[in-house]
């Protein structure tokens, strides 16, 4: 059975900091693909990074600078680093895996205050 554990959202000031994390379990391919995808109310979900088994990664323009996204790939964790936090950055996080096929994650709430 395949679960993917998001923990690390929550309520911070503007400028603030969170971690997210996102550990996956009972995936018997290879993880290719990992990334953390936002969705505001009204508003389609984005692709906020991605990162390759390679360790290539990408990134929304808005967050380049302040979000920085790293993978374990011995725990099959991937992991959000989010400073300069801004009140457009609130939204729900949902992380994605793709290893054989395509996993997404319950989704953290993030809610920057300003």
């Known amino acids: 059975q395949v679960q993917l554990v998001e923990s690390g959202g929550g309520l911070v000031q503007a400028g603030g900091s969170l971690r997210l994390s996102c550990a996956a379990s009972g995936i018997i391919f290879s993880i290719n693909f990992m990334g953390w995808y936002r969705q505001a109310p009204g508003k389609q979900r984005e692709l906020v990074a991605g990162i390759t088994s390679g360790g290539s990664t990408n990134y929304l323009d808005s967050v380049k600078g302040r979000f920085t996204i790293s993978r374990d790939n011995a725990k099959n964790t991937v992991y959000l680093q989010m400073n300069s936090l801004k009140p457009e950055d609130t939204a729900v996080y949902y992380c994605?895996?793709?290893?054989?096929?395509?996993?997404w994650g319950q989704g953290t709430q993030v809610t920057v205050s300003s």
């Open positions: 994605r895996v793709q290893g054989g096929h395509d996993y």
